[in-house]
């Protein structure tokens, strides 16, 4: 029986994923590559991130999003999966603005950190 869990997300974006991942100082893995998971069972990821008690943490693609995948028992992070999840996807939310921004022509014209933590971005276009 597996004792993996997959939560979904909401990050569709692998590059962006990379860079969220990157700026929390996580040192991850591309993929493809195993999960490392409770009886030496595995699960397959397309980014993983090894724990030091020997149990993984990765996000697989699951035809909709990039899950989360883990043996929740084996949970080494600092803080919950929850709190591991809000900060990923935060960052993962800037990159994909900034990306897309990019993309449209756009540049960064502030960015200001808010006392709840969130990130206020404008974002400005010039035009021709």
Not at 4 to 18: G, V, Y
Not at 25 to 40: E, F, H, I, L, T
Request: net charge neutral; glycine share 10%.
């Amino acid at each position: 029986m597996s004792h993996f869990s997959q939560i979904k997300t909401q990050i569709r974006n692998l590059d962006s994923l990379k860079s969220a991942l990157s700026d929390l100082g996580m040192d991850w893995k591309a993929g493809p590559s195993d999960v490392r998971g409770y009886q030496g069972l595995t699960h397959n990821a397309d980014v993983v991130i090894e724990q030091q008690n020997g149990y993984d943490i990765g996000f697989a693609w699951n035809g909709k999003e990039y899950a989360l995948v883990t043996d929740l028992q084996f949970w080494q992070q600092n803080g919950s999966v929850d709190r591991f999840l809000k900060q990923v996807t935060q960052r993962y939310a800037y990159h994909t603005i900034l990306n897309e921004g990019n993309r449209q022509g756009f540049q960064v014209a502030e960015q200001q950190r808010q006392e709840d933590g969130s990130l206020r971005l404008v974002l400005q276009r010039w035009g021709s």
